[in-house]
Structure formats: structure tokens, C-alpha cells
């Protein structure tokens, strides 16, 4: 006898039954430590990739998947990717079109738009003219040929644009206050503390969604979570830089510390329209005489975090060629030390007259070491140097009033990509007049984006790299690492030099309620 299908109605309520307690108790505790108040602030970004996904999405290794586009193939020599959409729904029950997708790209690359992937999107055909006004933004070379079809054509073929389109800046997300999701879970409150979030069940991949809830607790102070974690009040720790490591490293349970690499970028900007820092040979001075090996070995002793004396980290995307290097890079240091003294005394600066300046750090002890290492390298130089902690929107403010001389920078790209870490020293990335600004390096940028060879693109790149570097805008000390706390009973945690680890891949046992 043929067995009739069950009624949509007996499927749910035999998939309720067969989850069922398990289910409620599924809830992951997770603090994620950062602001929300900045623009780049990893809760906002993890929030958003729980809730909401891209075209492409990463998996827990940090490898590409499809997210709402099923399907995509390049053609025209890589300048034309086209994507086949998967049938999707946002937790609203509305469908997801074509068209859907084009008007987010439109948004993101609207001139009024503070997207911060705006400028790495600028290979897309006619994005430039769109994001200066120059075109409106039908122009933008984002298009929905069919209802479930859509092709971006590009300037250039670019190897690293898939990379960019799983971000969560790139998400294809409706606008409002409390947009519907197409991601894994679904957000209740975001003003709730913790922030909890459930499961989507109109999820492309719901059934395999490990989860039935998440409760986020967002934290400025990674100290704070650690003994959090510790008391056994959340499962899950993600930090946002060095700030943290040493609490995490020294407290938390033993096999429960997860270090990986990263692509990133640790070290002091310059205000070099402030004397005496306009100056590049006092510039120059401060940058080489610096034992990086020696701060790296011994305040964090770990092979996952590197000196570095280059804008890029050396595997950010440098193709076939070597990373740009300054030309003090090569000397030993008392060398350096002779260099460097030199430098300053023809910039006027001795003994008589000490070079006085201060440096800008956010919270944290780590921050606070590294710079006590560095200011005792400097004093061998004569040069007083004086730490000024500021909290990150204190800082924001006195950087838009040019109130600083340096300035902690601490980047991670999510992806391998030089544009990532050349950008913020061009001169579009000025505010206002103020602000490094090298037009021959900018040039050279813009020469890169119209290359379809990536590594005549890479080494190009490399160049404009260089001539930075011979300015000196900034002086970076090392490549961070990230760090995690994650309980033992938690899994499918994957380092990743990306560091990607959706939600909707982790795991642990049903916690069982009093």
C-alpha cells in the first residue's frame, strides 16, 4: 500500500516532538568583546552574520560556500560573475529576488553610503562614477538579467571579489530598523542584554543549524568576559585584538585558549600634519629604532604573531613578489640606533632639546606593554615619550580635531587583501585636508585596479606600498593574533586565519535547566 505524504502541519509538529527539550536547551552563551558604537565593531558584524547572509556565506574553516546564490560561474575572462539565487525567503515570508540584490549593491555604493567596503567594491564597472555622483546608480554595473539571476561586471577581473561578497558589509539585507533575516538565526531584541537570538526555520539550511538559540553579551572590557567564562557564565569568548590575551591566557581553563593568525596589522599611526611629526626624517627615526623580535618574543612568545616592518603582512596578498620593506630594514641595530640618532639631530633634536611626544591607547595592559617596550627603545634615543589612554570614541574625536601625535592602529583584514591595509593611507581616506597623502602611491593604486594580471596587479600594489613606506605614515610593529575562549564542550570551532566561525556550525550539549 503507497504511503501518503504527511500533512504540512503533522511535519512540524513531528519535528517539534523529535527535538523537542533537547531543543529549548540548546543555548549557546557568548560574549563577544567590542563596541557597538564603532563603526567596525565585531558584535555589529557578528550579529549580522547570524542573521543575515550574502551572496556567498564562509564556512567554520573559513572556506567559501553558496549563501543565497545556489550557483555562480565567471565568464568574459573574469570580468563578468553571474549568480543563480537559490529559492530564499526572509523570516517575514517574503521572497528574495534578483532585484533585491542589486538594490543593496546600489545602497552600498551610493555616494551618502559609509559602507566600509565601499572602496574595495570600486572594480565594479562604473563604480567610481557612482560613488562620487558623477553616474547615478543605475549605472553601477550590478545587474538582475532574470528574476533568480544576477551578474556583476567588473572593470578588471578580481581573484579576491568572492572574499569580499561573504562579508558581513556585503549581506543582502532589507532596510529599517529591525530587518527580517535570511540568515541561521533570528534576532528578538537587539537592545536585550544579553542579546538572544533564535533559530530561523526559514533557513536554507535549517535543518542542519546545530543551535536553537544564542545569547550574546557584548563587552568593552575582554578582562570582564574572561572571568565570565571562567565562573562558567558563558561558553564562548571572542576577543577583538591583543587586549584580553594575557587575562585569557593566564586564567582560562587549560586546552580552552584558541589562538590563530591573522592577516593584520599592529602599530602607531602618525599625525603628520603636527610638527614635530610632520617631519619625515623624525619619523623615520622613531620607526627604525624599534626591536620588534624582541617586544614580540617576550610579551607574547608565540609563533603565530610577527614582527613586521611593512604596511601589508607579508601574506596579504604580495602575488609572487616580495613584500615591501623599508630601506633601514636590512641594518642590525646598533646600526639603526646610529641612523636614527643621526636623523633626529638633523631634524634638530639632542640632547639639549628631547623630541617630547605621546601616544594614543585605547584600554587594555597588553597596549600598555607594548608601548613601555617601545618607549624604552626610544629613551636610548633620547626621546620622552608618554602613553595617553583614551577610550576608542575619545580617540575618534580628538583624531577628526587632529588633537594626537600617534595613534594605536590595530587592523585584521578578513580577507588576504593589500587594498585592505593601503587604503586608509590614501588620500580619499583623509578628513578633510588633514591627513598623509602620497598622490603618486594613490596613482599606482588606481593603475593596480585596472590590471587584469594579478601578479603585474600585486606588484604594482607593492610599489605604491614602498613609496608609503619611504614616507613613513605609520610604524608597524607586529601581526596580532586572534584569540578565543572556548569551553570544552563546545564544538565545531575551527581556526582560521579569516577568523570565521559561524554560529550555526558550533555545537555543545543540551544544557539542561533547573
Given at each position: 500500500?503507497?504511503?501518503?505524504?504527511?500533512?504540512?502541519?503533522?511535519?512540524v509538529?513531528?519535528?517539534?516532538?523529535?527535538?523537542?527539550?533537547?531543543?529549548?536547551?540548546?543555548?549557546?552563551?557568548?560574549?563577544?568583546?567590542?563596541?557597538?558604537?564603532?563603526?567596525?565593531?565585531?558584535?555589529r558584524?557578528?550579529?549580522?552574520?547570524?542573521t543575515?547572509?550574502?551572496?556567498?556565506?564562509?564556512?567554520?574553516?573559513?572556506?567559501?560556500?553558496?549563501?543565497?546564490?545556489?550557483?555562480?560561474?565567471?565568464?568574459?575572462?573574469?570580468r563578468?560573475?553571474?549568480?543563480?539565487?537559490?529559492?530564499?525567503v526572509?523570516?517575514?515570508?517574503?521572497?528574495?529576488?534578483?532585484?533585491?540584490?542589486?538594490?543593496?549593491?546600489?545602497?552600498?555604493?551610493?555616494?551618502?553610503?559609509?559602507?566600509?567596503l565601499?572602496?574595495?567594491?570600486?572594480?565594479?564597472?562604473?563604480?567610481?562614477?557612482?560613488?562620487?555622483g558623477?553616474?547615478?546608480?543605475?549605472?553601477?554595473?550590478?545587474?538582475?538579467?532574470?528574476?533568480?539571476?544576477?551578474?556583476?561586471?567588473?572593470?578588471s577581473?578580481?581573484?579576491g571579489?568572492?572574499?569580499?561578497?561573504?562579508l558581513?558589509?556585503a549581506?543582502?539585507?532589507?532596510?529599517?530598523a529591525?530587518p527580517?533575516?535570511?540568515?541561521?538565526?533570528v534576532?528578538?531584541?537587539?537592545?536585550?542584554?544579553?542579546?538572544?537570538?533564535?533559530a530561523?526555520?526559514?533557513?536554507f539550511?535549517?535543518?542542519?543549524?546545530?543551535?536553537?538559540?544564542?545569547?550574546?553579551?557584548?563587552?568593552?572590557?575582554?578582562?570582564?568576559?574572561?572571568?565570565?567564562?571562567?565562573?562558567?557564565?558563558?561558553?564562548?569568548?571572542m576577543?577583538?585584538?591583543?587586549?584580553?590575551?594575557?587575562?585569557?591566557?593566564?586564567?582560562?581553563?587549560?586546552?580552552?585558549?584558541r589562538?590563530?593568525?591573522?592577516?593584520?596589522?599592529?602599530?602607531?599611526?602618525?599625525?603628520?600634519?603636527?610638527?614635530?611629526?610632520?617631519?619625515?626624517?623624525?619619523?623615520?627615526?622613531?620607526?627604525?629604532?624599534?626591536?620588534?623580535?624582541?617586544?614580540?618574543?617576550?610579551?607574547?612568545?608565540?609563533?603565530l604573531?610577527?614582527?613586521?616592518?611593512?604596511?601589508?603582512p607579508p601574506?596579504a596578498?604580495?602575488?609572487?613578489?616580495?613584500?615591501?620593506?623599508?630601506?633601514?630594514?636590512?641594518?642590525?641595530?646598533?646600526?639603526?640606533?646610529?641612523?636614527?640618532?643621526?636623523?633626529?639631530?638633523?631634524?634638530?633634536?639632542?640632547?639639549?632639546?628631547?623630541?617630547?611626544?605621546?601616544?594614543?591607547?585605547?584600554?587594555?595592559?597588553?597596549?600598555?606593554?607594548?608601548?613601555?617596550?617601545?618607549?624604552?627603545?626610544?629613551?636610548?634615543?633620547?626621546?620622552?615619550?608618554?602613553?595617553?589612554?583614551?577610550?576608542?570614541?575619545?580617540?575618534?574625536?580628538?583624531?577628526?580635531?587632529?588633537?594626537?601625535d600617534?595613534?594605536l592602529?590595530?587592523?585584521?583584514?578578513?580577507?588576504?587583501?593589500?587594498?585592505?591595509?593601503?587604503?586608509?593611507?590614501?588620500?580619499?581616506?583623509?578628513?578633510?585636508?588633514?591627513?598623509?597623502?602620497?598622490?603618486?602611491?594613490?596613482?599606482?593604486?588606481?593603475?593596480?585596479?585596472a590590471?587584469?594580471?594579478?601578479?603585474?596587479?600585486?606588484?604594482?600594489?607593492?610599489?605604491?606600498?614602498?613609496?608609503?613606506?619611504a614616507?613613513?605614515?605609520?610604524?608597524?610593529?607586529?601581526?596580532?593574533?586572534?584569540?578565543a575562549?572556548?569551553?570544552?564542550?563546545?564544538?565545531?570551532?575551527?581556526?582560521?586565519?579569516?577568523?570565521?566561525h559561524?554560529?550555526?556550525?558550533l555545537?555543545?550539549?543540551?544544557?539542561?535547566?533547573?
Open positions: 500500500m503507497r504511503r501518503m505524504p504527511l500533512p504540512l502541519a503533522a511535519l509538529l513531528l519535528a517539534a516532538c523529535t527535538k523537542g527539550e533537547d531543543d529549548k536547551a540548546a543555548l549557546l552563551r557568548a560574549d563577544i568583546v567590542g563596541d557597538m558604537a564603532e563603526p567596525a565593531s565585531p558584535v558584524a557578528a550579529l549580522t552574520q547570524m543575515q547572509l550574502g551572496l556567498v556565506q564562509f564556512d567554520g574553516a573559513g572556506q567559501l560556500v553558496p549563501g543565497l546564490a545556489a550557483s555562480w560561474r565567471t565568464v568574459d575572462d573574469g563578468s560573475i553571474i549568480f543563480r539565487l537559490r529559492p530564499a526572509w523570516s517575514d515570508g517574503r521572497a528574495l529576488t534578483a532585484g533585491d540584490v542589486v538594490a543593496v549593491f546600489r545602497r552600498i555604493m551610493a555616494p551618502g553610503s559609509t559602507n566600509t565601499k572602496p574595495l567594491l570600486a572594480g565594479i564597472d562604473n563604480a567610481p562614477s557612482v560613488m562620487d558623477r553616474a547615478p546608480v543605475t549605472l553601477l554595473g550590478v545587474n538582475a538579467p532574470l528574476p533568480d539571476v544576477v551578474e556583476i561586471r567588473l572593470s577581473p578580481d581573484a571579489l568572492l572574499q569580499l561578497l561573504a558581513p558589509e549581506v543582502i539585507m532589507r532596510s529599517g529591525r527580517p533575516s535570511t540568515g541561521a538565526f534576532l528578538k531584541d537587539a537592545g536585550a542584554r544579553p542579546i538572544m537570538l533564535t530561523n526555520p526559514r533557513y539550511l535549517a535543518a542542519d543549524n546545530r543551535l536553537g538559540s544564542v545569547a550574546v553579551t557584548p563587552s568593552t572590557d575582554p578582562r570582564l568576559s574572561v572571568q565570565r567564562f571562567v565562573r562558567g557564565q558563558a561558553d564562548l569568548v576577543g577583538d585584538g591583543i587586549a584580553g590575551l594575557g587575562e585569557a591566557r593566564t586564567l582560562g581553563p587549560r586546552d580552552t585558549l589562538l590563530e593568525p591573522s592577516w593584520g596589522v599592529y602599530g602607531y599611526r602618525f599625525n603628520t600634519d603636527r610638527e614635530p611629526l610632520s617631519d619625515p626624517r623624525v619619523r623615520r627615526a622613531l620607526a627604525m629604532s624599534i626591536d620588534r623580535a624582541d617586544i614580540v618574543q617576550r610579551l607574547f612568545a608565540t609563533p604573531m610577527v614582527p613586521l616592518v611593512s604596511l601589508v601574506d596578498g604580495s602575488g609572487a613578489n616580495a613584500p615591501a620593506v623599508p630601506d633601514w630594514s636590512a641594518m642590525d641595530t646598533p646600526a639603526r640606533n646610529a641612523l636614527a640618532t643621526q636623523l633626529l639631530h638633523e631634524a634638530g633634536y639632542g640632547p639639549e632639546r628631547p623630541l617630547r611626544l605621546t601616544v594614543a591607547l585605547p584600554p587594555g595592559r597588553e597596549h600598555a606593554q607594548v608601548f613601555d617596550a617601545v618607549a624604552r627603545g626610544w629613551a636610548l634615543l633620547g626621546v620622552q615619550a608618554a602613553a595617553l589612554e583614551r577610550a576608542p570614541a575619545a580617540q575618534r574625536d580628538a583624531e577628526a580635531r587632529g588633537d594626537y600617534l595613534a592602529v590595530e587592523r585584521r583584514a578578513p580577507t588576504a587583501t593589500p587594498l585592505f591595509f593601503l587604503r586608509p593611507f590614501t588620500c580619499a581616506a583623509r578628513r578633510g585636508k588633514q591627513g598623509y597623502c602620497n598622490p603618486d602611491a594613490d596613482a599606482l593604486i588606481e593603475g593596480a585596479r590590471m587584469a594580471n594579478e601578479d603585474a596587479r600585486a606588484e604594482a600594489l607593492g610599489h605604491a606600498e614602498a613609496a608609503m613606506l614616507d613613513t605614515p605609520m610604524i608597524p610593529l607586529f601581526v596580532p593574533v586572534r584569540w575562549l572556548v569551553g570544552r564542550s563546545v564544538t565545531g570551532w575551527t581556526p582560521n586565519q579569516g577568523g570565521q559561524p554560529f550555526a556550525t555545537d555543545l550539549p543540551a544544557r539542561k535547566t533547573p
